[in-house]
């Protein structure tokens, strides 16, 4: 059951009003300077490929057939939207028609090159990933893949996720149409709130897993489109599962491209007393001690500040404000620290090591990102005065990880990066490992925006790779790595609940 607090939320105005906000944000980020900022971002940096041929840019045949399929399918595609119009002034209605079906049934068999025949099973890692690793019987690891990815992409994506967790991951396999009408659908699934063929397959699929009486947690992780599909599918969970067969649930999601990200609170845990966090919604403490839990208690997103759907999506709904607002330098601005923070706080004190007090977030650095990496601006009809009121009651759950970078790809922006792994041989999945640190993990956190915002995201000052902690004046500094939980299961290995 959702909180008594709950307000409309903006995915639930007019969907002509949300396409049109969704053009006028489409041209704003697409047409930028530099250029690299804008579409590109998606595929840049184009190298290094450190998962070897399991990257989707790594020059091998697979990936190079992918990509020229891809190109056909693009150039084909705005072709045909470019002629839609001066057609119209034909005024032959029947062959407008045969025309719009004959191009759409035509690019839907093209796209079978890519996509390989509709399976009714779910996809499945490779077995060699988890050879000879510790089983984790009670856990069933789950994947939706995003825009552009065919079959030979899914099972990249599904074999270095199992990698990198030593888990088996089954996939649910949102087919590409190319990457034009891949777009369009986002569009219309976020904005429309149409649940196509793979949201219903994803559904189902959920269900199964969830209604298995030996598996007590439910990973799903989640890849740009897949957030949009993925968020749908947990809107109809919420509103027809058990919330105690829920609560397997834990959702990983990276450079999500949803509009909204809803994670209810379940009535019987709210005390009278407990507040909530209005920006992010976390689990929050109050003075008297008592906390409010959501059905879906661990929600993690990653994204590349650079990525261009990031931007389209949780980098442009999500509420955070860091970089434009301050903090009084005595913390009075702050708002009580939540529940999962507290958690973070105890963690590092049970390391016998002393958790500073909130800072304010450090407007230099704050500038120094924005002039590298440009946010993803407001929209002309989201400055207008009337929609002020909806956009404060937009509500997008779940901790963000921010990464000074660009690039949308899982495999090779995302995983690589964030869970940077060595010995790996694409040849036999049972070797390799995450390394202990890496550039993004060690990286030391800015508590103040964290603090306010639960934002994870680095602070200007650079430390060598590899430095277990940072320490400063005697005080030690948080690391990303700290407050990630995706984190913990790295190698096989699980967090402490």
Known sequence: ????????????????????????????????????????????????????????????????????????????????????MPLTLVGLPLFYFLYVVGFVAANKWASKLINGPRQRGLF??????????????????VFINGVSVGKHWLQANLDLIAMTFRRPVVGIHNQTRGIIFDVLECIIQ?????????????????LTILAKDNIDKVVLILHSQG??????????????????????????TFGNAANHW????????????????????????????????????????????GDYVSKFGVLHFRPDQARTQSLATDGSALPSITSERADAARLVKNKAVTYPQPRPPKIKTALARSQTWTTSPQTPIERHDHLKQMQQNNRFFGRLFKRASSGHLLNQ?????????????PRDRSLGEVKDSNEFMDKEVDLGVYTQWDTVQAVGEERPQGSPTSVRNGTVRTQIKDLSRLWAYRNGGSPRD
């Not at 429309?192 to 219903?200: K, Q, S």
């Not at 966090?277 to 990653?302: F, K």
């Not at 922006?413 to 041989?425: C, P, T």
């Open 1 to 84: 059951m959702a909180s008594q607090t709950s307000k409309p939320l903006p995915y639930t105005a007019n969907p002509l009003l949300l396409m049109a906000n969704d053009l006028m944000l489409f041209l704003q980020i697409t047409f930028t300077w530099p250029i690299t900022a804008g579409l590109p971002s998606t595929v840049i940096p184009l190298w290094p490929t450190r998962a070897g041929s399991l990257d989707e840019l790594a020059p091998t045949v697979p990936n190079l057939w992918c990509i020229f399929q891809h190109v056909i399918l693009i150039v084909a595609q705005i072709g045909f939207i470019v002629s839609l």
């Open 124 to 141: 499945q890692s490779h077995p060699d990933c988890v050879k000879g690793k510790p089983k984790h019987d009670n856990e069933e690891w």
């Open 190 to 206: 976020r904005d429309l709130g149409f649940a196509t063929m793979d949201i219903r397959q994803s559904y189902e699929a959920l």
């Open 227 to 252: 957030g949009i599909e993925g968020g749908l599918v947990l809107d109809w969970l919420y509103d027809t599962e058990d919330a105690e067969r829920l609560r397997k649930l834990e959702i990983y």
């Open 262 to 305: 809803n994670a209810p609170v379940t009535a019987s845990t709210i005390p009278a007393r407990a507040s909530q966090d209005p920006t992010t919604g976390s689990n929050s403490i109050n003075e008297s001690g008592a906390t409010s839990q959501r059905i879906v208690q661990h929600i993690e997103h990653y994204a590349n500040e």
């Open 413 to 425: 922006h995302y995983l690589d990066n964030m869970f940077e792994m060595q010995g790996v041989d």
